[in-house]
């Protein structure tokens, strides 16, 4: 018998975390802020925002740090960014892909040190960038090999990072014959491999969108709008490329509805993953809410979150009862998961083919009895967009940006920090 789905919103308390607002000010600098990417290191946190540079196709990107016991902000690191200018070679599929920062990643350098490793994707001179104290900055040099300006993660001793896509004029294409991985044992000295054969054998996989380590295996999604995200899995062993096992296909037997997962956490040995259409992808016309699966260690996976169905494994029906979106269809992608050891949060984004038009946070202790949190009153969250969910034990961070102006060209960085009542 299907079980039914129920909506427990009215069971569970909305103030699970209280928040508080940070002012992102930077003193001398006017103009709007977009907050991309964050990182806590050394007890500091580094957000990498993108402002207005003053020039019709310029931008300025910056690394700031906050003092916490000052309350004060300060630029440790700036540079211009070109914008595209909109040309497209012919016979290419171009697609929109936002520039600036894309991931600031914490990981150990060859000395088993904390380094800082940030991503900038930018029409020219795209490039990496290492810091050993948080205040100087090496750009490393391409050599002419291909370099991940994606999501970045250690595992093994390899570093690994997805491309975000080849830039023609500042517009990115997808990857020829599928997505690649790409690996190296010193992003300093270069060497960067191809960790995967392209696409993972289908040219349909087009972009890695996230990837996480679970188990003693490097685990990543990739995108797939024809026929739904896939799940693979690595213990990288011996040299690139790797050896790989398929943990899910057909977006879990939910086809095009999932078509990608860019999100993923570890909590309560399980494996989280966040479904639905990412930004910078179109929107199907009957696109349906996103969905919450979990993998087991064994291997196995069950549905957290989303609609039921008959799956390769048999019948899946929501642990949690909860339906696609947390039961909002308008909910239709889960953009960001994160875990601090005592709960599990999660972030959904209400879009349309136009514009975002609001998003929810959610928080678990059990990863199945979730329950909704409310944002801070100092703006309406339907104008805000998060691109960073942070939790700490007891604390969790959200950053993005939100519309200043009631046209939605200006934008502001955002900054939440929520003390868990847990």
Known sequence: MMTELRSPEAMTPSHAVAFNTLAVSIPGVAGGQRLQAAAFFRKRLYVGVLGDGGGDRSRIARLL??????????AVFETSVATPDGSRQRGRRPFPLELGWRAITVMPDQQGRETLCLSLLC???????LSDDGERFEALTDGGEPRPFGPLHAFQGWLFGALAGAMSDGIAEKSEGGAILHAS???????????????????????????QVFQGWLYAAVGNPFAGFQLWRTQARGEPPFDWDRV?????????????????????DALYIGTGVPMGEPLLEDAAGCELIRVLPDGRWELVTGQPRFSPIGLQVPV????????????????????????????????????????????????????????????????????????????????????SDPTGDRREAFVWFGKSEI
């Open 185 to 211: 044992r010193d992003p300093r000295a270069g060497g960067w491999l191809a960790a995967n054969v392209p696409g993972f054998g289908d040219p349909h996989n087009q972009v890695i969108h996230s990837f």
């Open 65 to 74: 740090r906050y003092y916490p016991g000052a309350e004060r902000w300060e």
């Open 248 to 268: 899910l296909e057909q977006g879990a037997q939910r086809y095009s509805f999932n078509a990608a997962a860019p999100a993923m956490a570890v909590f309560q």
């Open 320 to 403: 949690s009862t909860r339906g696609p979106g947390f039961d909002d269809p308008a909910q239709t992608v889960l953009s960001c998961l994160a875990s601090s050891g005592d709960a599990l949060y999660a972030a959904t984004l209400a879009r349309t083919p136009e514009a975002v038009s609001g998003f929810k946070l959610w928080q678990t202790v059990d990863g199945e009895q979730w329950r909704p949190i409310a944002a801070p009153t100092d703006g309406p969250s339907a104008a805000c967009l998060p691109r960073v969910l942070m939790a700490l034990p007891k604390f969790l961070f959200v950053g993005g940006d939100r519309c």
């Open 123 to 129: 029409a020219r001179q795209p490039r990496l960038l």
